[in-house]
């Protein structure tokens, strides 16, 4: 048997009739392969001779069956390839798709996933320390006692007394060990002992810069919790927020900044209230993602700019005028060397090495895997509470898998990530519309009567619909404005339960202590990226489980793990298909999913604006795809991928050809959003202006993390005439 008789069949038996009447045509077309046309008549019986066509006629029926003779060459061609159907009329792959979506079957050849090896265990706490234990002011200790901290984790016993003596370090710890309370407390302890009291116009003492505006807000949070002073004041500038009240903020008085590169600089260079002359310490926290999104330019830029300040702030006209000015150079040099600054990673490399040495010149540098005698740069170290998995699905299988293991997890705090706004935006109206509710009587709904499901009309219907999913959705992402990414982030992190669908500006230092779920839909664009998204769960020391998912193109990276010594379990999709079969009240699995994909690809023709998502979410995810960095691009290869099936694991039905000129055809007609450039992402673009189409790698990492400045305008070099 043919592996295109087998698609034949195998899609038969899920499908019922509207798939019979397919299969009856492909039997007519092989028939009159073998029987060339010109003979036809002769083996016509003298019964039907009487229903003979004129010569016209055969004309037109023998141009016909030659048209349709080199349609079932490409379509056999295509099929043998493993390929989806070919389509039906323009650009439709018509509504037998999904009944298809089980014959296809891969080869199971898997690199050798079973390899058990010893990852990198770091201990969170080392259990000898308390809070009580260090020299810090024992209201302090009392505020830390009311949120639980007793003991301290291993990095802050490391840290905190290095960071009290007044040494500028450098920290390196795995991800949820409790970095920001590392530095946190001696800042706070240090604004405390102040004498006398610090008045609000002793202007900014301590700045932080971190790389998201989320992770502004949260560092901001866990200041307020230590911090009951009441004449201690720490703001946090983040774009996105409104410039002005940032300033009248300032104008008032704020002894700790806390802020993104963008908009800290823009104030330390534009804002006359942010007084910076008396900053004694300066924060880096996520330094690797500052780096990674290319803030170098703008953190050197606050440090040239604070030492300025610093030196002007030793400006005395008169010691010069009296011959002091050695004298006040020496004081200067003094003074910068008081500032103090910290760094803080959960990875290191060459470009932290380097920031590191420009910032301070004599730094200690402190690794809580320092005990750990094998380790070696190349290691990933993951908290050891996670339970690391990975799941491998056929492309077209992704949507409806994913949804199953939604499902499976509906009782958790999850995170899904995925690679682009327009996915997050996508999945998520669909989930909420289509997945999260269903009709009541869906049961009925048999898979075979096409008719009725074509027939199913979302929008009109006063078909009574149960809610089937209790987990409350929420989406996050950089081209949201500020107001709904807050609302976003606090609302998940104070719900008990829930499903956050985002792209990476989640991926670091976000702090959700209750999620237990990491789910990524989409490949990490870096090996780091996988360390920090699956590190948004097993936060001190709690346990959580992580979940990747993986073509059977993209296998590799199971491997590629291994060697940075992380291991992932293997888990089975019918484990989580089965959960499917409740929802779609169908008994067995491969209809349940069937329906629920059909479910989904009649929503997309009904909801044009959903349908309209879906073409821009597969789009933007085709040039994420496809600007993957140089190490991962031969796993997550685009020039190998089916992006015929890729479509349909977005619920659409048509070619990619066709979703490309949808696409295109709508960014000409719909009138452009106002976008900052800089906070657009993955595709945005595009709708901002449509001739500038080459979008560079860079930009499409970077500007989920953008400050809100403004791009700055290039100037264009004048061509010099010649
Ligand atoms: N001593 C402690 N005892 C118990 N919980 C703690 C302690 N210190 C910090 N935590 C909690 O641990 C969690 C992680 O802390 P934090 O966000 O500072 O980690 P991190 O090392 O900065 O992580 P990442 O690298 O992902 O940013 C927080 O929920 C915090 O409240």
Redesign the pocket.
């Known amino acids: 048997m043919t592996s295109f008789d087998f698609t034949w069949n195998n899609a038969a038996q899920v499908t019922g009739k509207a798939f019979v009447r397919k299969k009856s045509s492909k039997k007519v077309s092989t028939q009159k392969q073998t029987a060339p046309p010109k003979k036809a008549p002769e083996s016509r019986t003298a019964k039907n001779k009487s229903l003979e066509p004129d010569d016209n006629q055969q004309e037109k029926l023998s141009g016909y069956v030659k048209r349709k003779q080199k349609k079932d060459k490409l379509a056999a061609k295509a099929a043998s390839d493993g390929n989806q159907q070919i389509s039906k009329g323009s650009g439709d792959k018509s509504a037998t798709t999904s009944y298809s979506l089980f014959a296809v079957r891969h080869k199971d050849i898997y690199v050798n996933t079973n390899i058990k090896g010893k990852s990198v265990v770091e201990k969170v706490f080392s259990g000898e320390k308390k809070f009580s234990d260090l020299q810090i002011h024992k209201y302090l200790v009392a505020n830390l006692q009311k949120h639980?901290?007793?003991?301290?984790?291993n990095?802050?016993e490391r840290a905190i007394p290095e960071i009290l003596a007044g040494k500028n370090v450098l920290i390196r710890?795995q991800?949820?060990?409790?970095?920001?309370?590392a530095y946190a407390l001696p800042i706070m302890n240090a604004l405390l002992s102040v004498e006398p009291r610090l008045q609000r116009q002793d202007g900014v003492q301590a700045i932080i810069v971190v790389p998201t505006r989320e992770l502004a807000l949260q560092t901001h949070e866990?200041f307020g919790k230590i911090n009951t002073f009441q004449w201690l004041v720490i703001g946090h500038l983040c774009g996105g927020e409104n410039r002005k009240t940032e300033k009248d903020k300032l104008r008032k008085g704020v002894h700790v900044v806390i802020g993104t590169p963008g908009r800290l600089l823009d104030h330390i260079l534009h804002t006359s209230a942010f007084k910076t002359e008396n900053v004694k310490c300066l924060v880096l926290d996520?330094a690797d993602r500052l780096l990674d999104m290319g803030f170098k330019k703008d953190i050197v830029k606050i440090v040239e700019a604070l030492d300025r300040t610093k030196q002007h702030s030793d400006y005395d006209p008169m010691a010069m005028l009296l011959h002091k000015k050695t004298q006040v150079k020496v004081e200067s040099k003094n003074q910068e060397k008081k500032r103090q600054t910290i760094l803080?990673s959960?990875t290191l490399n060459k470009g932290i090495a380097e920031l590191a040495d420009f910032l301070m010149k004599n730094h200690t540098y402190i690794d809580t895997l320092d005990d750990s005698p094998d380790i070696n740069p190349d290691h990933m170290v993951i908290p050891n509470t996670v339970t690391q998995e990975f799941i491998m699905t056929h492309i077209k299988h992704r949507l409806f898998t994913l949804s199953a293991v939604l499902l499976a997890k509906a009782k958790h705090k999850v995170f899904v990530f995925m690679a682009t706004s327009q996915m997050v935006d996508y999945h998520y109206d669909l989930f909420t519309k289509y997945f999260a509710k269903m009709p009541k009587n869906r049961g009925k709904l048999k898979i075979g009567e096409v008719a009725v499901l074509e027939n199913e009309d979302f929008e009109d219907s006063d078909e009574e619909e149960e809610v089937v999913l209790e987990s409350e959705f929420f989406k996050l992402h950089g081209n949201m404005d500020q107001g709904a990414r807050k609302k976003v982030f606090m609302g998940f992190k104070a719900a008990k339960r829930g499903i956050l669908l985002c792209t990476d500006v989640a991926a670091?230092?976000v702090?959700v202590?209750e999620a237990d779920c990491i789910i990524q839909y989409t490949g990490p664009q870096s090996d780091d990226d996988y360390l920090?998204r699956v590190?948004r769960t097993g936060?001190?020391g709690k346990s959580g489980s992580s979940l990747i998912f993986l073509t059977h193109e993209e296998q590799e990276y199971i491997a590629r793990l291994q060697d940075h010594k992380v291991f992932l379990k293997e888990r089975q999709s019918s484990e989580f298909l089965k959960h499917l079969c409740t929802l779609m009240e169908e008994p067995e699995e491969e209809k349940a999913a069937t329906a629920l994909q059909r479910r989904f690809e009649t929503a997309l023709t009904k909801d044009k604006d959903l349908h309209r998502l879906a073409c821009f979410a597969y789009s933007s995810w085709s040039r994420f795809y496809n600007t993957f960095p140089g190490q991962l691009r031969s796993i997550f290869n685009f020039k190998t991928v089916n992006l015929g099936h890729y479509v349909t694991s977005f619920g659409l039905r048509e070619t990619p050809s066709s979703v490309a000129r949808i696409v295109k055809g709508q960014v000409s007609t719909v009138q452009p959003r106002r976008l900052n450039k800089k906070l657009a992402t993955h595709g945005d673009e595009e709708e901002v202006k449509t001739h500038k189409r080459k979008i560079k790698s860079v930009s499409l990492t970077t500007s989920e993390f953008a400050s809100g400045l403004e791009p700055k305008k290039k100037k264009k070099k004048k061509k010099t005439q010649t």
């Open positions: 639980s901290f007793v003991n301290l984790t990095v802050q710890s991800t949820g060990s409790g970095k920001t309370l866990i996520e803080l959960a670091r230092g702090d202590p920090h590190g936060r001190a």
